[in-house]
């Protein structure tokens, strides 16, 4: 080899020597791991630019680590790869990032010791690979490092989580992803916990496991600063029925953590809770490292959201005591739009009411009374249902229609279609007794008052068309409290001249007016008329058990 070829070599292999020299180591690590099982490094930072790029060196050697993908150690993009690793790997590795004008180094020392086994003692001179710790009294989990490039597919189905060498079957425990949830932890659960799974790269499975010395501790309180939940904050969100939804947690926390970040709902996993319809769902977590802590976000997705969403938080955990929720509320309407449709509704409502009571109170009522009113006589002491209280006008049309209601149609109707008892001035009194006695005798023993009215603008007097008796006594009556019931026997235009009494009966209870067309065929206890009188009559059964025995005066 001649002088000039052996520069061009140091010329070539200087530059390298003097860089890695002058590169500023910016971590070591220390690994000892378990020969005959995948191992990768990463060797990024998030100081580094996107521009860096890494190259993987085994001390003392120069050349740079293969990056031949099927060679059993080899670089993929800034990983180093051990597939598996083998007892003579053992050694000092660097990583020298080139960083535009700058150069950083991460140093390894990587140790190589025999196969995990649970047969023999020999666990105690072996590393207990990673310490976690769990929380006494909470629910905590822990997490299997199994760091891999995207190259290396594990198989989540077949983690599989052991303590102490026995597989755990507890139902306390809870697989979840590269999880392992404890729930309600207590000081038994400190020991040697390991977890395995299937990993397959570039075709070929292997199967890794990773040793894990579980610490656990009483915590009195939580002191520290991380992890922080920034989002969700307790509050509500408006959610469309129907529609789909996603909704992040962010969580900040110190680099480095072992801390689950997770969304449960009624204290269950959300992916649990959901695994039959899948309809809610946790999203994939993503993390953002910075120099002191990283902001992770982990989202939760409703497909469609349904009525029983509502008011049901949703938790977002982080760690042992970080928790934060929101619950979805249905949107709010346009305020107008509601306070109108409200208002509409309400008016409606009430017209409708106000209309169906109008027109059937009257038939719902005597139904109610022909369907539920005992068929026996009420005890209180009465012997007439009303006592007919009527005028006797000067004319003889209107006398005879006075006549024809108050002699012929009422007695008919009430009498011996309904089996009301009627006590009619003129018909019913005993021959040569008192007027004043009669009325006075009597009228107590109605239990309603009819009051014939006829029409006024013809000169008709009610005061003077009745005796001075009737017209003390119907006072009397009213004060005592006695039901009225006045029957126009045409339409009165005003009531204006009437004793005051009267305006007063008419103002509480109304009036009804006499269709008159009575005359033209034979009145019945069904028509608008008559249905009005017996609604203000005392209850009775219609139609009566029976008539026998009522109805048997004779004109
Ligand atoms: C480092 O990067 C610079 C420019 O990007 C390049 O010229 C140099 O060859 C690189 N060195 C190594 C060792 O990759
Ligand atoms: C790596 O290990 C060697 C020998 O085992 C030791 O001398 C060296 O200090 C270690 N380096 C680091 C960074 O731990
Ligand atoms: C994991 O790999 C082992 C060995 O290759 C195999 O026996 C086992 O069935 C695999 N488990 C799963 C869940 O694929
Ligand atoms: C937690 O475990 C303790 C005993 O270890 C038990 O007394 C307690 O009831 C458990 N709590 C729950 C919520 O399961
Ligand atoms: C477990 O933690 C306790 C205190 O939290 C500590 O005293 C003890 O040394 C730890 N044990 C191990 C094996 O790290
Ligand atoms: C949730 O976070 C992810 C990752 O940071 C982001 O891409 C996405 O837009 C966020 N979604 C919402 C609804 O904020
Ligand atoms: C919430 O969990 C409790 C206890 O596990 C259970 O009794 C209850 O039915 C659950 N509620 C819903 C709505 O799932
Ligand atoms: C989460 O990651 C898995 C694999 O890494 C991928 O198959 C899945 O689609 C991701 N889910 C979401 C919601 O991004
Ligand atoms: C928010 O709700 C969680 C429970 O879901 C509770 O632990 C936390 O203290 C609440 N935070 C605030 C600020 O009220």
């Not at 490039?149 to 983690?159: A, F, G, I, K, R």
């Not at 029957?487 to 006499?514: C, D, F, N, T």
Request: positive net charge; aromatic residues 10%; hydrophobic residues 40%.
């Amino acid at each position: 080899m001649g002088a000039p070829s052996l520069l061009l070599c140091l010329s070539a292999v200087l530059p390298l020597l003097l860089r890695a020299d002058e590169c500023q180591n910016i971590r070591s690590l220390t690994e000892a791991q378990p020969a005959k099982q995948p191992f990768a490094i990463d060797c990024t930072s998030p100081l580094l630019t996107a521009a860096a790029r890494a190259t993987w060196y085994r001390h003392p050697s120069e050349a740079p680590v293969s990056t031949d993908r099927q060679a059993r150690v080899h670089q993929e993009q800034s990983w180093i790869l051990f597939l598996p690793l083998a007892w003579g790997d053992s050694g000092t590795y660097r990583c020298l990032i080139n960083d535009t004008d700058e150069c950083h180094q991460v140093h390894v020392n990587l140790t190589v010791f025999g196969k995990y086994g649970c047969r023999r003692n020999s666990q105690r001179i072996l590393p207990d690979g990673h310490e976690q710790i769990l929380h006494v009294g909470g629910d905590d989990s822990l997490s299997c490092h199994l760091n891999f490039p995207e190259s290396c597919v594990l198989d989540l189905n077949s983690v599989k989580w052991y303590k102490d060498c026995k597989e755990i079957k507890e139902k306390r425990f809870e697989k979840w992803g590269k999880r392992l949830l404890v729930n309600n932890v207590s000081a038994e659960d400190r020991g040697s916990y390991a977890c395995k799974a299937n990993l397959t790269h570039a075709g070929r499975q292997f199967t890794v496991s990773r040793r894990i010395a579980v610490n656990v501790t009483e915590t009195v309180g939580y002191a520290g600063r991380f992890p922080k939940i920034t989002y969700p904050i307790n509050d509500t969100i408006e959610a469309q029925l129907g529609s789909s939804l996603t909704v992040n947690c962010t969580i900040t926390d110190s680099r480095d953590n072992t801390n689950l970040r997770c969304w449960r709902v009624n204290s269950t996993l959300v992916d649990h809770y959901y695994s039959e319809s899948k309809r809610v769902q946790e999203g994939n977590e993503t993390c953002v490292v910075f120099q002191e802590h990283a902001v992770y976000t982990v989202s939760i997705t409703f497909l469609e959201v349904k009525m029983e969403d509502y008011g049901f938080p949703f938790t977002c955990h982080a760690g042992f005591m970080s928790a934060a929720h929101f619950l979805l509320r249905p949107p709010a309407p346009d305020g107008r739009v509601y306070l109108m449709g409200g208002l509409l509704a309400v008016v409606g409502a009430a017209a409708l009411v106000l209309c169906a009571s109008r027109r059937f109170r009257i038939d719902i009522a005597l139904w109610y009374r022909s369907a539920f009113i005992s068929t026996s006589p009420s005890a209180d002491g009465k012997l007439y249902d009303a006592y007919v209280l009527y005028p006797k006008p000067p004319q003889d049309r209107q006398r005879s229609a006075v006549d024809t209601l108050v002699l012929r149609a009422l007695p008919e109707v009430l009498e011996r279609q309904c089996g009301y008892k009627l006590f009619i001035f003129g018909r019913d009194e005993f021959p040569g007794q008192a007027v004043a006695n009669v009325i006075d005798e009597n009228i107590k023993l109605c239990r309603r008052l009819i009051i014939i009215l006829a029409p006024e603008p013809l000169g008709f007097d009610l005061l003077k068309n009745m005796s001075e008796e009737q017209i003390a006594i119907y006072n009397a009556l009213i004060q005592d409290g006695m039901k009225a019931i006045l029957i126009e026997v045409e339409k009165v235009r005003s009531y204006a001249s009437m004793p005051v009494s009267i305006q007063y009966l008419r103002q509480k209870h109304g009036s009804v007016q006499w269709s008159g067309d009575a005359a033209a065929g034979a009145p019945c206890a069904k028509a608008r008329f008559w249905k009005k009188v017996r609604y203000r009559m005392p209850p009775k059964r219609f139609p009566p058990p029976s008539t026998a025995s009522s109805g048997a005066h004779a004109l």
